[in-house]
C-alpha cells in the first residue's frame, strides 16, 4: 500500500502499467514499502508526491527517500494504518490492486507511477512485533464444569488501525488442551471499531476430550495449557479477507 509515492522530473515522466517491483513490510502502526523501477540517469534525493490505490480519488501524501543505482530508481516511503482512506477498502478487489504514485524527486524530477498488481507479484513480510500487536488472547475460562457438559468462553483482544470501522462476516476456532482439541465455536456479524475490541467468543466443549486431555488439572483445580486457532472473516464490499487465529494461554478450572 504505501509504495507508491516517491518521483520526480522536469518534464514528466510515465512508465509503463505494472512495470514496478514493490515490496511491503507490515510494522505495527503501518506499512513501508519500496517501489523500484528502471530509470537510468535518475539521482538519489528526498521524495514527496501523493499515493493512492484502486483507482480512488481519495490520495494521500507521502514522503520518504529515491536512491538510484544501477540505473534503477527505488522509493521507500511509509503510510501509517490510520491515513489509510476508507474508500481504499471500500475499492477492495480479491485478486488484485491497482496504484499510482506521483511526486518529486530532489524537488526537480516529476515522478508517474502507476499500475495494476496481482497481490502474489508484491514481496511482502512482517516486523517481529507487527503480528502480536493486532491479535492477542485475553483469557479463556471454563464457565461451565459438570459430568453432562461443560462450555468456555474465550475473550480475544484485537486491535483496528484503521480510522473506521471494520465489519466481521464471521469467526470459526477451535480449542486445544495438552495438544488434543476440546471444544470449537463460531460467531457472526460483529464491528471491529477502530482502536482496541474485545471479543466475547463462546466456545462448546466435549467434556471427554477434556477430561482426556486436563485430567489431572481437573482433579486439581489448576490451570490448563489451551490454543485457540481459527480464522476470523472480515467482510469488505469488495469480498472477503480471512485473518488467522493462532493463540496460546492457559484457562483456569472452575473449583
Not at 479463556?140 to 480510522?163: F, K, M
Request: glycine share 10%; proline share 5%; net charge positive.
Amino acid at each position: 500500500m504505501l509504495s507508491c509515492a516517491l518521483l520526480v522530473l522536469l518534464t514528466a515522466v510515465a512508465d509503463p502499467p505494472s512495470s514496478q517491483d514493490i515490496h511491503i513490510t507490515v510494522g505495527a502502526d503501518g506499512f513501508t514499502a519500496v517501489l523500484s523501477s528502471a530509470m537510468p540517469g535518475a539521482r538519489s534525493g528526498a521524495f514527496s508526491g501523493s499515493l493512492s490505490l484502486n483507482g480512488s480519488p481519495s490520495e494521500i501524501p507521502v514522503t520518504g527517500t529515491a536512491q538510484a543505482s544501477v540505473e534503477r530508481l527505488r522509493i521507500t516511503v511509509k503510510v501509517k494504518y490510520r491515513d489509510v482512506p476508507e474508500d481504499w477498502a471500500n475499492r477492495f478487489r480479491i485478486g488484485d490492486f491497482d496504484y499510482r504514485l506521483r511526486g518529486r524527486v530532489g524537488g526537480v524530477r516529476n515522478i508517474d507511477w502507476w499500475g495494476t498488481k496481482r497481490y502474489d507479484q508484491v514481496e511482502a513480510d512482517t516486523t517481529e512485533n507487527a503480528a502480536s500487536g493486532f491479535v492477542k488472547l485475553g483469557s479463556i475460562v471454563l464457565t461451565q464444569l459438570t459430568r453432562s457438559e461443560s462450555a468456555a468462553r474465550a475473550q480475544v483482544t484485537v486491535q483496528n488501525p484503521l480510522s473506521f470501522p471494520l465489519k466481521i462476516a464471521s469467526t470459526r476456532y477451535e480449542l486445544s488442551a495438552k495438544g488434543r482439541e476440546v471444544g470449537y465455536g463460531s460467531t457472526k456479524n460483529m464491528i471491529l471499531q477502530p482502536a482496541q475490541n474485545i471479543l466475547d467468543l463462546p466456545i462448546e466443549v466435549d467434556n471427554g476430550k477434556l477430561l482426556a486431555a486436563a485430567s489431572t488439572a481437573l482433579r486439581s483445580g489448576g490451570k490448563v495449557d489451551g490454543h485457540l486457532q481459527g480464522t476470523l472473516v472480515i467482510r469488505l464490499p469488495g469480498g472477503y479477507i480471512d485473518v488467522p487465529l493462532d493463540l496460546s494461554g492457559r484457562f483456569a478450572l472452575p473449583k
